[in-house]
Each structure stands twice: as C-alpha cells, then as structure tokens.
C-alpha cells in the first residue's frame, strides 16, 4: 500500500469521530494503571503517594485500603489504596467514590437508565420491528428524516454553544472500539463471505461510490470474564466519567506528564500559545496537510483535532491554565513545581464545572430543569456515565453544526468562510496567522448563529463526512453519514427505543405514532410513519432530535430528561465537586467566590489577544436588550490574593 493509502487509513481511522463518536480500529487498552502509580488520591498497594498527596505541603499518609472483594473482575479489583484525605482527585477518576473506587473511572463499562434492547436478550442488535418486518436500515431512515431541507437557525444560542457541547461530551465519554469479545482486530468488509457478528456495516445503494459504511461494533472487553457477571454485552468508556477537564489534562498520569513542562506548573506550549504538536511521522501524520512543525495537536483528549472550532477550545483552556499558573507563582514563590500544576487544575477543573452547571445546561435544557438545588454529596450515587446519555442524548449537538466556520477579527470584521470538511484534521488553519489563527474562528463561532435542534444534518455530515478525495486509495468506505451512524450505534448498545424512554422520563407511552403530537411535530411524525412499522420501533436518537425545544431550552423533553439526571448524578456522586465543604478538598469560601464570579466571556477576553468587547453571555447570540456588548475591561478579574500563603 502506498504511503498516501496508509496516510488516508490512519485519517479515517481517526477521523470517524465528532461530536462524541470514537471509532477506534487500532488497539486502544492497556492494563489498568499500568504506569500509573503515585497518582493524585491513590496509590499502588505498599507504595506512598509523596508527591501528590498532600495539602499545601501537608504529606498525607492516612489511607483508606481498598480491599478486592472474592470476584476477579478486573475492573473492580484495582490494586490501588485510595487516599482518603488527598486533596485532589485522580486522572483516571478511581477513588472518588471510597466505597465503590471503580465508579467512574476510565475503561469500566456504561452504566444503564433502563433494560438493554438486544435481540436474543445479551448480544444482536435489534433487526426486525415488533410486527415480525425488518426495522428500516439506518441509512434509508437518515435519507427521510435527516435530510435538510431548510437552513433554519437556534434563536438564542450560537455556534460556540454547539462547540462547548462538543468540548464537555469529550471531557465525560469515548466509546472504545476496535476489539472483538476476545480481544482481537475487527475487521470489517462491506461483501462478507461469512458474516462478522462484531460488524454492523450499513448498507448504501444510493451511494454511487460505495456499497456500504463499514461499522465495527464497540467493544466489550469484559464480557469473557465471568466474575464482573455482565449477563448483557455491556459498552467501555474509555476515558473517566467525572467532569474534571481531562480532556484538558488527560485521563492517566502518564498522558498529563506528557503535557507538562515541569516549570513553575506550566502546560507545554508551541508558537502563539497553541498546544504542542504531535510528532508529523506519528499521530500529527493523521491531519490533513501535516509537515514538520504542522503536525495534530497533543491535547488531553485524543479528538482535539477534530475540528478547528474544537481546538480553539483547547488552546483557550490551556493558556489559562498556564496564566493562572503564572499567578500563583508569582503569590507564592516558594511552592514547587507539582503543587503550582495540581492547584491550578484544581482551579481549572472548577471553572469548567461552573460554567457547565451556570451557562450551558440553563440554556440546554432549561433553569426549571438544571436548577439541582444545594450540593451535597451521596455516596451512593454512581456518576458513571449511562449508556441512553452518551449513546444518544449528549449527541443531540450533531443537529446543530454548521456546515461552515467562520472567521472574524477582534473588532467583529467578517475575515473569511470555511467549509466545515476544510477544518477537520487540518491544524494548516490554526497556524494561519494572516487570518487571525485559531483566535479567529473562535470569535466567529461567538457571533454565528448555531444550526436549528431538528432531526436534520447539514449535507457535510450527512453525505460527505471525512470523504475520501483521491479515487486511487483503497478504501471501501468512501464517506460516511453521521445520522445513519448514530442510530446504528444505538442498535449497536442495545438502547431502549425511544417510546420506552419517553415513559421513562415521564411522557405518555405512546400506542400510535399520532400521539407523538405532544412532543413532535405533525410533519416529522410523518417521516417516522414513511419508515418504521410500529411507533414501538423507533430509535432513540431518532425520536429525542425529532421532538420540539423545551420552550426554554434547545433539546426537547426526552434528551433534557436523561442529560439532567446525568449531570446531577455527575454532580452529587462527585466528591470533589467544587461547592464541596469537605475538607481538604474544599475552596476557601473567598477561593469558591472568585470561581463563581467568572465566565466563559471573561476567560476569552483574558486569553484572545486583541480582543476588546465580548456579549456578556458568550454560549448566546448577542442582543442589545438581554445580552449586549460589553467591554472587556468591565469584567471584573480573577482575584488570586485567597491563594497567597
């Protein structure tokens, strides 16, 4: 194969992830803490945390020893002691629950909202409707119901809202694929002498260039160990559930060491504060137009090359990281390198809760339903991430990407506008300077208004997404759509149909498809009856894009159920949330009020150099009355006086 053939393969290999999809064909899991001992929270059985587990210079050795119970199942039995009075928490999430240490944490399965769907009952994907037919192919379904057919926009939210959507779904799940049950490469074709049970492929003949979307199904690497008594094929987070940043900071030690300078708390850095590259014959070969010096970017999380508007995000976390590192510094010159870094993530990690649980979900899904009331913590309260979220509610944000980026200065001056396939792996745009970097696109995505919440898909991820360009390499799947993707992966899961859902979260089941009028839309309802047989048969992600807004929302009332009791799972089964009075793991009460007093707008006047006036809720489109311009230099800034010892 040629050297263009391999470069496109390991492209597309990486590329079938947006918004929440990780198809992972290459290995992807290694023994649990291999290389990971001395972590924040816990260490290795017999070894002691000297470095991470202290309090401002407090060496803590009180431990709480996690004892494996008489099963074997990897994922419970970690050899680990978890620190009870550490200060900050883990990377990969193990040990914030004390009781339950594997709650959480990185490479255990998805937990359930309700019962699988399969077919036999544990393992095929569902296939034939409750009347007896074959359910409709999840391309056929996407040709009726995703094809758009109106360019309609969101009123209230803009495109950088869309963004933070994608930023946060990359900081709490990464489906792993790629390995069969026994731990072996899939492999799939789209003409299969022998059917693949591990290959869902989906059939496209109204794709003149291809047959098929090849589909490896994701792994359940636990299935074959009878000891975690998964009696259903149960799906494998890859990264830890907990909303800490890690896609800022990785989810193990090893990949934070990686990202660190170990000076003064600093994150490595490239030319103009962008994140540091990959090495262009490695990992930075997989974007587009990659050389020496232009290679991926290495962030915390392994999809932040994406897109552009994604990596902007991470470059804008990543300086304030580091100019919040300056600043303690500076108020304490006599803290060592490693508590300047933990104490800032720890700063970090609070901010990006604060604006998730104050700007983005009131906007998502509304003030009446992301109003979780005081924290407290319950123990009994796994955070793990569900299935139904990852799998389909939390991928409600595909609906809203435009089909283009575009740029602007910092005086708001239209600069230029890219098409949305030009900025996928394609870190060429990040270094052009002449058209501001990446700082441009991210002032564009603050005043682009964001695409409606409906069930359609612009036509670059509905029929060319990560297409391939040169007619010579040999690859069967050409270009993919990501609307037949997402309900094939939940078919994949074993979801629950949407009408069973809907029941879940409060809803009249519904006996017909005309009593789908309190919550969609008479000529939506109207594809889904061109499609499925029964309204029993319904994919879930179908059925929650297909309903109408909250009326102070964007998603409608099934996804705003299941992402709410999602969050506030994430919330009170979260130890180290940031309102937490525990200590040591608490903010003092003038450390927690600095963090409450900042916003996304004030982080993007501090880290955009030239930019001078900002709209005062920057996830909404501006707007004189409600929302307007304010300048920069109005905003109060971050007071680090608390933090001076």
């Not at 994922?75 to 990377?91: D, E, P």
């Not at 990959?278 to 932040?304: N, T, W």
């Not at 001078?612 to 007071?639: H, Y």
Request: charge should be neutral.
């Amino acid at each position: 194969m040629s050297s263009l053939a391999i470069n496109f393969t390991f492209f597309f290999v990486l590329g079938v992830v947006i918004l929440g999809i990780s198809f992972h064909f290459t290995p992807f899991f290694d023994t649990r803490h291999d290389n990971e001992s001395d972590y924040v929270g816990f260490v290795h059985r017999g070894k002691r945390d000297d470095v991470h587990g202290f309090v401002h210079g407090q060496t803590l050795f009180r431990e709480h020893v996690f004892q494996s119970p008489n099963s074997t199942c990897s994922y419970k039995s970690m050899n680990v002691q978890c620190l009870s009075h550490a200060k900050y928490r883990t990377f990969d999430g193990s040990c914030n629950n004390m009781k339950n240490p594997w709650w959480g944490a990185t490479n255990i399965p998805f937990r359930r909202l309700m019962n699988s769907t399969y077919e036999d009952g544990h393992f095929l994907p569902r296939t034939k409707s409750v009347t007896g037919q074959p359910l409709p192919s999840p391309r056929v379904i996407s040709n009726v119901c995703s094809k758009p057919t109106d360019n309609s926009t969101e009123p209230v939210a803009n495109a950088l809202f869309t963004t933070f959507a994608q930023f946060i779904d990359h900081d709490l799940s990464s489906t792993a694929n790629g390995k069969d049950d026994d731990g072996h490469p899939i492999h799939c074709q789209c003409q299969e002498k022998i059917p693949n049970p591990f290959c869902m492929n989906i059939p496209t003949p109204d794709m003149s260039d291809q047959s098929c979307i090849l589909f490896p199904r994701s792994s359940d690497f636990y299935q074959r160990e009878l000891a975690c008594d998964l009696v259903i094929r149960e799906q494998v987070n890859q990264i830890n559930s907990y909303l800490d940043a890690s896609l800022i900071y990785g989810s193990s030690r090893d990949k934070s060491q990686h990202l660190r300078s170990f000076e003064k708390g600093q994150m490595k850095t490239t030319d103009n504060d962008l994140p540091p590259q990959a090495h262009a014959e490695k990992e930075g070969g997989a974007c587009l137009g990659a050389k020496k010096g232009r290679g991926c970017f290495v962030c915390g999380d392994s999809r932040a090359n994406e897109n552009m508007g994604l990596t902007s995000l991470h470059t804008i976390f990543i300086r304030l990281h580091n100019r919040f590192a300056s600043k303690l510094s500076e108020m304490n010159p006599h803290w060592p390198d490693d508590l300047i870094f933990y104490e800032t993530r720890h700063i970090v990690s609070a901010i990006v809760q604060h604006i998730t649980y104050e700007e983005f979900l009131p906007l998502l899904i509304g003030r009446r339903l992301s109003n979780f009331g005081p924290y407290r913590y319950n123990a009994s309260i796994d955070a793990t991430i569900s299935n139904e979220f990852a799998t389909a509610a939390f991928r409600f944000g595909h609906t809203l990407v435009n089909s283009y980026l575009r740029r602007y200065d910092g005086q708001y001056k239209l600069l230029e506008e890219i098409s949305l396939d030009h900025i996928m792996f394609s870190p060429s745009e990040a270094y052009n300077q002449k058209q501001g970097g990446l700082d441009s696109l991210l002032i564009g995505l603050l005043i682009t208004p964001t695409s409606k919440f409906n069930p359609m898909f612009n036509e670059i991820l509905r029929n060319h997404l990560f297409e391939r360009t040169k007619k010579d390499l040999p690859v069967e799947t050409k270009r993919l759509d990501l609307s037949a993707i997402n309900i094939n992966r939940g078919r994949d899961h074993g979801l629950p149909t949407y009408n069973t859902m809907r029941e879940f979260c409060g809803l009249r089941r519904a006996s017909s498809f005309l009593d789908l009028e309190d919550t969609i839309d008479r000529s939506v309802i109207n594809n889904l009856a061109s499609v499925y047989s029964n309204v029993e048969d319904i994919d879930l992600y179908l059925g929650g894009i297909a309903e109408r807004s909250l009326r102070d929302g964007v998603v409608g009332p099934t996804f705003a159920c299941i992402i709410a009791q999602q969050f506030n799972d994430l919330r009170r089964g979260d130890r180290f949330f940031y309102t937490t009075t525990t200590v040591p793991l608490r903010f003092s009460s003038e450390q927690l009020n600095e963090i409450q007093r900042i916003t996304l707008s004030s982080i993007l006047c501090q880290t955009i150099d030239g930019l001078k006036t900002i709209q005062q809720s920057s996830l909404r489109l501006s707007n004189r009355f409600n929302n307007p311009f304010v300048s920069c230099s109005s905003l109060p800034p971050f007071n680090f006086l608390p933090w001076r010892e």
